[in-house]
Structures are given as C-alpha cells and as structure tokens.
C-alpha cells in the first residue's frame, strides 16, 4: 500500500512540473517606423518549476504564414543550473556562467528584443512558446497568446489624384469656308489686293460669295469675320509683322468696299495671326520633292531665332536651295486669309446648351454639365466641354478621348490633355517612390 502511494505522488508531481510556467505581464509591441520593439515582464518566482529543471520561453511574432521568432529565455531552477555548471566545467569551460537572457528562479525579468518591422506585419499577433527542459514532458511544448491583432506595419497609401487646372472657352456660331481654298495671295512686299495673279479674282468670288451666304439668311446674324494676314519668311521680322497685318487689312477693306449693302466696318472684324508665315513655309516644303527637303524641315523645326533660321536656310548648296525656295515658295505664304464668320443663329441650340453646361463647369457642377450637353454632345463644339466635365471628375480615362476629337476645334484641347498628362505622370512617380519605400520592409 506504501508503494502504491509513493508511484502515485511521482505522477501527480511530474504533471505539476509539465504545467508549471512562470507568469508573463506588462506585454507591449511598439515600433518607430523601422523598428518593432517587444517588451514583457517575466515573473520567475514560480513554485513550480522543479530545481532539476528548467523552462524555456520562446517568443514569436507571427500572421498568417509568416512567422518571426524572437530572442529566447531560458529560467533555471538551482539543482539545474547547478549541474549545467558542472557539465560545462567538465567539457573544459570552468568560467560558464548564466547568460543575459538565462536567469535563476526567483527574480522578475524585463524582456525586451528588437526586430526590424516587416510588410506583413500589418496585424501582428505575440505569442509565447514554453517548454520544460530535463523532463519526460520535454517535447512537450504549450503556445501561449500575449496580443492578438497588433498594427505595426501599415501599408502607404497613393496621394489623391490631383484635379488638375483646365481651359475651357465657351463657343461661338462659326460659319467655316475652308481656310486652304479662301486664299489671297500678293506680291512680294506689296499690301496691294492684285486680282489679276495667283487665281486671287476666283477666291474673291468665294470670299464675297460666304458673306452674302450669311447676310442673306434671316437665320443669321454676323458676329465677327477672321481674317489672317501672312508674309513669307524672307525679310526683316518687324517688316514681315506688318506686312502680315496690313494684307489682312487689304482684304477687310476689300470686302467692305464690295459689299457696302451690309454696312460692315472694320469692327465687325477680327485678324489674327499677322505674323511670318512659318507653318505655311513647313507644309510647302515638307509636300515638295526637293532634294533638301529633310535639311530645311530640321531648320524650320528647330528653337532657333527666325533670323538664325533664315541664315541656316541661305547657306545651304551656296545659296542655290534658297533661291529656288524665293522662286517657288515664298510666293504662295504672301497671303491673306479669309478663315471664317461667327454668327449668331435662331436655331442653332447646340451653342447656348454647350456654353451653359461650361458655366455649370465653372461653378463646380460637372454631373450636371454633363447632363446639360448630353443631347448634343456629338457636336464637336462639345467635344471640350464633355472632356473638362470628366477630368474634374478625375475621370482621365473617359476624358482623353473626348480632348483627343476636339483637338480639330478647340485650341483648349491640347492644353487639357497636357494637365491629364501632367498628373499621369505625377501619380507614375508617386507610385514609384512608393515601391521604393517597400522595398526595404520585404
């Protein structure tokens, strides 16, 4: 009977040593951007740890599938350290000694361990894992939870996209004759109308034709007539200004002195441009077969001043490619052009729906601009109106398409698309920044 009760007080007492533990308290996982830092006190002064053992502590950081461990902590009853002691001195290393994170059983421990923050530590749960050492339940090991669902890491966020500036200009009746064809063209130096050259009495029956086309319909009522003045590139640049600007005056004057019935002055009028012909020049070149042709377009396309540019030209094949260009070319760009009449109109809604939707625009209220021009938002007066409201919106994607179509009507067009532009790029090397900021938390 005496037996029995001792076999039974040896079992009773190995399942205290397998469940005893030493008390964790005060936990903490804080980080300062780089740095995670995990803090616990460990109470040591357990009962029931026997002398001959020793339990270990092994804390872990953890989510998911990913797993970090951290430093360990081992807590060693008397007759156990006693006979580490003693096995050490044997293996030759008499001066063995506890290590910092190795302690007696009696004492309250502050652990602290330091890991650097990881990406996938965005809900980061502390655990502890406790094992007996000197035992039969040695392999035996328990997983204790400390925190649950700590954020140390938290992801970057993209900055908000940027609603970029726009243009918007609201729009006008434009009866439109086709520029290439409603050309006058003078002669050199001259501000003269000569119909008599260059097919000019021809085009002055088409000119005259479009304002009686205008004045003659009770629908429309005339609101400004463009006219462009040119001079070719061949001259002083102050000279070939106002050159440009009095052709373009001849041909208002012109068209004044023919028509009187209408009583139009030279208000009624608008010139632009006014200036050296160079676009004119580019297109004519850039459509002959001359053998320079290459040579001069890179001129014409350069920063350089239009003096320096000239100079280029004259000095190519000893002045042989200039000349020819003088012969040939340049008469052409002496020209003055009737571009287009703006007028008003008693049933041409579209105008009045995409101007009041531009207001709306401008008042912040893009839905309802769009809404406003959606029944005419196949007009191509429209085109710019429809894009801005998008873009305002953040909506790039919908709103490119629409500023690419009205590139052919809108001189706002191309400046919206530069802002899209603009911000793609900007959200692009944001983005960028960002993957280089995470590259160092993988």
Known sequence: MKKTFVIAMMIFGMGLAAKAQTVISNESMTHDGKIVTVSFDVDTDVKGIPSRRKEVLMPYIYNGKDTLWLDVVEVYGKGRFKRERQVNAINGDKDWELADNQMLKGDIYPYEAQVPLKRWMKSANLSIRRQLVGCACEKDRDDESLQEGVALFEEPQMPARRTPEYVL??????????????????????????????????????????????????????????????????????????????????????????????????????????????????????????????????????????????????????????????????????????????????????????????????EGKYEEALEHVDSVKDDIRAYNTVGVALMMQGKFEEAMPWFEKALESSTCAQQNIDAINAEYQYEEEQRKAIEEYLKQYE
Do not use: C
Request: charged share 30%; proline share 4%.
């Open 169 to 362: 200009n609201d729009v006008s009746r434009a009866w439109d004759f086709g520029q290439d064809e409603l050309e006058i063209v003078f002669k050199v130096s001259k501000i003269e109308i000569d119909s008599s050259v260059f097919n000019n009495e021809v085009t002055f029956g088409k000119i005259l034709a479009a304002v009686d086309k205008i004045f003659t319909n009770p629908k429309y009522k005339i609101d400004k007539i463009e006219v462009a003045g040119y001079a070719s590139p061949e001259g002083p640049p102050a000279f070939n200004t106002w050159l440009g600007e009095n052709r373009a005056k001849a041909l208002i004057n012109y068209i004044i002195e023919q028509r009187p019935q209408y009583e139009l002055t030279m208000d009624d009028f608008r010139i632009v441009n006014g200036d050296e012909n160079w676009v004119g020049l580019r297109r004519v070149v850039a459509a002959s077969d001359m053998p320079e042709k290459d040579q001069v377009l890179e001129i014409i396309d350069s920063d350089m001043p239009s003096e320096r540019k000239k100079l280029r030209i004259e000095a190519i094949n000893h002045g042989w490619v200039w000349h020819k260009m003088l012969k040939e070319i340049y008469p052409h760009l002496r020209s003055a052009r009737y571009l287009s009449i703006y007028y008003d109109s008693t049933d041409d809604k579209a105008v009045d729906l995409i101007n009041e939707a531009n207001a709306l625009v401008r």
